[in-house]
């Protein structure tokens, strides 16, 4: 079992930045693979960037450019970094891992509780 939780969202007009954060614990030596998915209200989950236990990151085109993907082993912790955020970028992060790389489709098999962020105009 993997446990997965996030934080760091919160609301930040247009243009600002946040980072979120999503510690792991558990069986996670056997995850390489995670990704961070947003869901806005009436929407469909869909994932936003992705990386592997080396290090290859993938990314939405939505976001591209704006927001980094990183990871610390040390601290079993997954990151986001968000930039020039947008009003767009309104919806509910989560964390997801598995050990099977899905890339930025939502198969994934452990998933965090979400941390809102809300951007607004």
């Known amino acids: 079992q993997v446990q997965l939780v996030e934080s760091g969202g919160g609301s930040v007009q247009s243009g600002g930045s946040l980072r979120l954060s999503c510690a792991a614990s558990?069986?996670?030596?056997?995850?390489?693979?995670m990704g961070w998915f947003r869901q806005a209200p009436g929407k469909e989950r869909e994932g936003v960037a992705t990386i592997d236990s080396i290090g290859s990151r993938g990314y939405a085109d939505s976001v591209k450019g704006r927001f980094t993907i990183s990871q610390d082993k040390a601290k079993n912790t997954l990151y986001l970094q968000m930039n020039s955020l947008k009003s767009e970028d309104t919806a509910m992060y989560y964390c997801?891992?598995?050990?099977?790389?899905?890339?930025?489709?939502?198969?994934?098999?452990?998933w965090g509780q979400g941390t809102q962020v809300t951007v607004s105009s």
């Open positions: 997801a891992a598995d050990r099977i790389w899905w890339w930025l489709s939502a198969n994934y098999t452990y």
């Open positions: 558990g069986d996670i030596y056997s995850m390489s693979y």
